[in-house]
Structure formats: structure tokens, C-alpha cells
């Protein structure tokens, strides 16, 4: 009897969890991947997080987890390699990943690195405007500067 009714509480927290699950199981099974506990962890930790994480930022929140280093790398070259996540170098010599599917669309968009605490923010696409007679298709646009706490 106490074994159904702690299982009960657990299927209830973890309702609202499972239904986004779904839809990043959806997104790996549109490119062909198989929707893994590991790939599904890494998604939903980009997805957790309001701008682009590093390799081992990815690897930090996922530790204690059974993911070690390599296999969080290979899982995140896997989902850049399939489409679903994006990887920018914003000037520092470092990847950094997020979910093509946030609320920036599945466009590329610039990014504001903070040149003190090296914290990354998405901006909206059109933050900046590129006249097309310098270029089109431009996809990578770094701003650097001090964010609002560093300043
Ligand atoms: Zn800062
Ligand atoms: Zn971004």
C-alpha cells in the first residue's frame, strides 16, 4: 500500500516534466535519433537554460548524473550534428550550445557576451539589422560589452 501511494505522488510531480519530455523525444525522433535517457538529459538541461551553456557548464549540471564528460560531448556533437542544437563561439575560443527551438525560433540570432563575468545572453534576431549590401545570411553577430551586473 505505501509502495503505490509514494509512486502516485512521483507520477504526479513529474506529469508537467514528462509532457515537455515528449516533445524533445518528438524533436530527436523527427532527425532520425533515438530518444536516449542521456540525449533527452542534455536537452532538457539546454532547454533549462536561458542562454547558450559550454561543454562543461552541460557537464556540471549533469553531474552525479551517469553521464560522465566524453559521453555529454559526444551527446552534444550527436544534436549539433542533427540540427537540433546550435553551437557559437561568441569570441573566447569556447563552444557553446543551446536548443534550436527556444523562443528565439529556429533562426540563428546574435549573442551579448559580458566581458567581465563572461556571461552569454540571446538577443532577438533582429537586434541588429545588416544591410544586405554588406551581406546576407550573416549568422554569426557577437556584441560584446558589461551586462547590467557588471557594470
Ligand atoms: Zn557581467
Ligand atoms: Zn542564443
Redo the contacts with the bound molecule.
Keep these: 500500500m505505501a509502495t503505490t501511494k509514494t509512486r502516485k505522488k512521483t507520477v504526479a510531480r513529474a506529469g508537467g516534466a514528462r509532457a515537455t519530455d515528449e516533445a524533445l523525444r518528438a524533436r530527436l525522433r523527427e532527425v532520425g535519433l533515438k530518444a536516449t535517457a542521456g540525449r533527452l538529459s542534455v536537452l532538457a538541461e539546454l532547454r533549462r537554460a536561458k542562454?547558450?551553456l559550454s561543454h562543461a557548464e552541460v557537464a556540471a549540471r549533469l553531474a552525479g548524473s551517469q553521464l560522465d564528460k566524453v559521453t555529454v560531448w559526444r551527446i552534444l556533437v550527436a544534436l549539433t550534428g542533427a540540427g537540433i542544437v546550435?553551437r557559437?563561439d561568441v569570441g573566447d575560443h569556447t563552444w557553446r550550445f543551446?536548443l534550436r527551438d527556444?523562443a528565439?525560433g529556429h533562426d540563428p540570432?546574435p549573442?551579448f557576451m559580458c566581458v567581465t563575468c563572461k556571461a552569454?545572453q540571446?538577443l532577438p534576431r533582429d537586434a541588429v539589422h545588416i544591410s544586405p549590401r554588406i551581406g546576407r545570411g550573416v549568422i554569426d553577430v557577437r556584441i560584446k560589452g558589461r551586462c547590467e551586473r557588471c557594470l
Excluded: Y
Design positions: 542562454s547558450p546550435d557559437t543551446e527556444t528565439m540570432h549573442h552569454v540571446c
